[in-house]
């Protein structure tokens, strides 16, 4: 549906290069909602604004419907532009227009008759909740309800992409959550394929299906969302993922449980039917160690059940060695060296 291959953008900036976006390749297919998470400059709007050319590669395709969007004559362009609604973090909509107005107002740059307009704006409003409102004015809207007119806007010519730039970032955690369940709805009931840029991993994990994490231009990791959570490989990543998991234990109670020499703490990670799993009490049974739960927390991920401990055992090295070689046939396990890790 949208690819990127060996795409780079260099913007030069008062007689210097910036590379925005390099080297990146990635495919989005149909149907899915794929987030692509940094932090602020690591290339994300640039990867974006690539997709309707609002942004021209210096190298690489941008292919989207099968179509190289370089090669596309200005009509064309327009046309594909119409295929692609896009909502923003700041709404960008027409203080001095109605609700109605705002979302009408694709329609008649796109040139359809009156009554259509009044049927399709009338079920988008009712579609994300705004039927109420139609004749208020933006300023007269809470951000999420800004946020809905932007949606129902960028859906007003009936797109099969919705591309959105931290569109949730500029709500409070409730307000995202109801934005977020929105664009969900959006997938599954319009099908429309969504590609959105964040700096929230929780976003990431309440509506993505997959996920690539950029940093300095580049995709450093990339993959499904249930994957990313239960193995990153790139220390960037396992920052986002703390961010939402609160898996870190304090330095200071870190410090304390190494007091003991004859303990060792490691992280266990469970997934899908471990969870269910007693691994803890057999090791407790058939090898001479003490268990300690010291922090542990399971959620769910793309309908999968994700745990993660953090335990204590306590016991002569050789017994914990073969309770860890036990506990390894099930689960991810590894040594917890800093508070960090
Ligand atoms: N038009 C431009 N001219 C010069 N440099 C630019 C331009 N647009 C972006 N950049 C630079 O490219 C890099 C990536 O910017 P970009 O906005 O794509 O990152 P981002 O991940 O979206 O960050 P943010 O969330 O802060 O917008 C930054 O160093 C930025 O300063």
Do not use: W
């Not at 691994?279 to 300690?292: F, G, T």
Request: proline residues 3%.
């Amino acid at each position: 549906m949208i690819k990127f291959e060996g795409v780079s953008k260099v913007f030069q900036s008062k007689g210097r290069e910036v590379a925005a976006v390099q080297d990146v390749s990635l495919s989005i297919e149909k149907g899915e909602i794929f987030g692509v998470i940094g932090f602020s400059g690591a290339g994300k709007s640039t990867l974006l604004r690539l997709v309707n050319l609002l942004e021209r590669p210096t190298t690489g395709k941008v292919i989207v419907n099968d179509q190289e969007n370089l090669s596309l004559t200005e009509k064309e362009l327009r046309m594909m532009r119409q295929r692609i609604g896009m909502i923003f973090q700041t709404f960008n909509l027409f203080n001095s227009r109605t609700v109605f107005g705002n979302v009408a107002y694709p329609l008649k740059l796109a040139k359809v008759p009156k009554q259509e307009i009044n049927r399709r704006v009338t079920e988008l409003l009712q579609f994300v909740g705004l039927a109420d409102k139609a004749k208020y004015y933006p300023e007269q809207l809470s951000g999420g309800q800004k946020q809905r007119v932007g949606i129902a806007r960028a859906l007003a010519t009936s797109p099969d992409i919705l591309i959105c730039d931290e569109a949730t970032s500029a709500l409070d955690p409730e307000t995202t959550s109801d934005i977020l369940n929105l664009l969900k709805k959006v997938n599954e009931e319009y099908n429309v394929t969504i590609l959105l840029i964040t700096h929230e991993m929780q976003v990431i994990r309440n509506i993505c299906d997959r996920v690539a994490v950029m940093e300095n231009g580049r995709v450093i990791e990339e993959g499904s969302v249930f994957d990313i959570f239960t193995n990153p490989k790139t220390q960037t990543t396992k920052n986002f993922i703390s961010s939402v998991l609160n898996d870190k234990i304090s330095s200071k109670l870190f410090e304390k449980l190494r007091s003991n020499p004859s303990s060792r703490l490691y992280r266990l990670v469970f997934t899908g039917e471990e969870t269910s799993k007693p691994l803890l009490s057999d090791i407790a049974k058939s090898y001479q160690v003490d268990v300690n739960i010291i922090y542990g927390n399971i959620s769910e991920l793309q309908e999968v059940l994700f745990g993660q401990l953090i335990v204590e055992l306590q016991g002569t090295d050789h017994e914990v060695d073969k309770a860890v070689k036990h506990l390894e046939r099930f689960v991810q396990i590894k040594e917890v060296t800093t508070h960090a890790s």
